[in-house]
Structure formats: structure tokens, C-alpha cells
């Protein structure tokens, strides 16, 4: 009994002043991340980037079309030697109306080279300045020769282009920009039937 006492009593004081074991804890990571807002979602759509401006378009000027306003029928010579009568100025419409078959037309001389003077010519009066670099002439004649100038002056400088007369008669030349440009004739071509004269049916510049 003694000896039941003393093991008993050893038992009682050991358990009495052995160390306190807590309880098994959870180490908090399912509560956290129960706590833990969930990561949002992508969206479903993705935005659209802004569509780029479209360029704006520069339009080039158009050029000046050359168009005829007037002309005017030249006998510098003539008028200084006093003659009056002129080159037919009633008839330089005809030059540029549109109508092929009309024409304006110089006075018939005996020969090719006049003889009194050194020529005669046109002036072509365009509405406004405009770069100009071809000059057709319909005519009625063949040989002789025509210059152009820039201007109204019909022998100042020299001649942006020059040849002879055929029925389209074409001269080209560096491009040049003004509102006036003369036609001179220091030789006469030959009409159809032989006369010593100019005959412009039209005049078509660009």
C-alpha cells in the first residue's frame, strides 16, 4: 500500500508542474485567403483603339486657263508713215471665235517681204497673266514666217518661238507667264490661191 501511495503521488506532482501543450492551431492560411478579395476578372472585351484620322488632302491649284479676251491687228510702220488704214482691225475677232471657217486677214502685198516695211502682226490680249507655252495657229496659209513674243511690243527682244506657216501651225516654247503675247510676220506666207497675206481661222494658246 506504501508503495501504491509513493507512485501514485509521484504521478500527481508530475502531472501537476509538466509544461502546458495548447492546442493544435490552424496556421491561418485558409482564413486569409478566404479574407483575400479574388482578382478581378478580364474583361470580356477588350477596348478598341481610336481609329487614326484620316490625311487631309491638299488639292494643287489648278492653273490659269488662257483664254482670249481681245487682240488687236499691228502696222507700227504703217501708222508712223502715217497710213491709216491698218491691217483689218474689223475683223480681228475672227481670230478666236470659235468658228473655223471665219478668219482675220492681213492686206494683200505684192511680195512676200512687203517692200515698205519689215512686217506686220497680232496681239493676242489673254483675260488674266497665265503660264503659257504653245501657241497653234489655223490658217489658210503656207511658207512665209511667224514670231511670238511675250508682250506687246512685236520686235523687242527676242522671239520665244518662230517657223513657218502650214495649216495647223504649231509653236512651242518655254513655259512664259503673261496677259499678252504678239504675233509678228516679217515674211508673208501664201494663201490657198496664191495671194501674199495672212489668214488666222483661230488661235488656241495653253
Known sequence: ??????LGLMWALST???GFVPPVQSDGGE??????PAAPEADAQTEEPAPEPEPVETKTPEPVRPVIESAEALDPEGEASGDTVGEHP??????YDGQPETFWYTRTYARPTYGMKTGVGFLIKLEE????STIVLDTNNDGGTVEVRAGSDPTEGKP??????APSTELEFDTTESDEFVLWFPELPSTFNGKNRVELNEILVS
Open 90 to 95: 474689223e475683223a480681228v475677232q475672227y481670230a
Open 1 to 6: 500500500m506504501a508503495i501504491t501511495v509513493v
Open 31 to 36: 482564413a486569409a485567403r478566404a479574407e483575400q
Open 16 to 18: 501537476a508542474f509538466s
Open 129 to 132: 497673266k497665265a503660264p503659257v
Open 160 to 165: 520665244l518661238a518662230s517657223g513657218s506657216f
